[in-house]
């Protein structure tokens, strides 16, 4: 069992920066493949970025490339979420996630343990 805590999120003006960091306790995060998602009011929760176990791949959603970094540090058990160039579009809840395995995971349903979210509020 792994237990996640998200940290980070505020409210920042269109074209800010956040770091969101995820830190892990239970179990080392070594274990897993890290996802980060985001849920907005009344939409489904959606996959924003993802990393594999070592750290050496990594996915992104369209909407956020070359905007955010997903980046982890083994050593100190925790992901972190690098949030550039912030739009209001990017107001969500945001959660961390891990899944069991090495490679980088997009589906949702693919993991097994999650935080309980930050709120990320972009204003205009």
């Known amino acids: 069992q792994v237990q996640l805590v998200e940290s980070g999120g505020g409210l920042v003006q269109a074209g800010g920066s956040l770091r969101l960091s995820c830190t892990a306790s239970g179990r080392t995060l070594n274990d897993y493949g890290m996802g980060w998602f985001r849920q907005a009011p009344g939409e489904d929760r959606v996959i924003v970025a993802a990393?594999?176990?070592?750290?050496?791949?990594?996915y992104y959603t369209d909407s956020v490339k070359g905007r955010f970094t997903i980046s982890r540090d083994n050593a100190k058990n925790t992901v972190y979420l690098q949030m550039n160039s912030l739009k209001p579009e990017d107001t969500a809840v945001y959660y961390c996630?891990?899944?069991?395995?090495?490679?980088?995971?997009?589906?949702?349903?693919?993991?097994?343990?999650w935080g309980q979210g930050t709120q990320v509020t972009v204003s205009s």
């Open positions: 990393i594999n176990r070592p750290g050496t791949g990594t």
């Open positions: 996630a891990a899944a069991y395995g090495t490679w980088v995971v997009r589906s949702l349903d693919s993991y097994h343990y």
